[in-house]
């Protein structure tokens, strides 16, 4: 069993940061594509940000210049620094990872339970 478990979540005030990790853990041969999606009140679920298994990285444009993804391999966790945060950006983050485990030679999207990022005006 594959599980992405998220941690950083929390309220800041507006032009503050915080910083989103995403361990995966369990039986994992393999992860290629990671990413963070968010999902804020009343709206619906939106991508911000994926890198590759070699660190090439994209994000949404709304996050451009605030936003940085990346990811260390060794221990199978991506990461979104988030800085100059504004109240828009409120919503909880989810991970996703394209992830192959034992016993199966396909990669599947797993996502993670999600974390709620509060930026106060």
């Known amino acids: 069993q594959v599980q992405l478990v998220e941690s950083g979540g929390g309220l800041v005030q507006t032009g503050g940061s915080l910083r989103l990790s995403c361990t995966a853990t369990?039986?994992?041969?393999?992860?290629?594509?990671m990413g963070w999606y968010r999902q804020g009140p009343g709206k619906e679920r939106e991508w911000v940000a994926s890198?590759?298994?070699?660190?090439?990285?994209d994000t949404a444009d709304f996050v451009k210049g605030r936003f940085t993804i990346s990811r260390d391999n060794a221990k199978n966790t991506v990461y979104l620094q988030m800085d100059v945060l504004k109240p828009d950006d409120t919503a909880v983050y989810y991970c996703?990872?394209?992830?192959?485990?034992?016993?199966?030679?396909?990669?599947?999207?797993?996502w993670g339970q999600g974390t709620q990022v509060t930026v106060s005006s």
């Open positions: 996703t990872g394209r992830i192959r485990h034992l016993g199966t030679d396909l990669h599947i999207t797993y």
């Open positions: 369990g039986s994992i041969v393999s992860i290629n594509d």
């Open positions: 890198i590759t298994r070699g660190s090439i990285q």
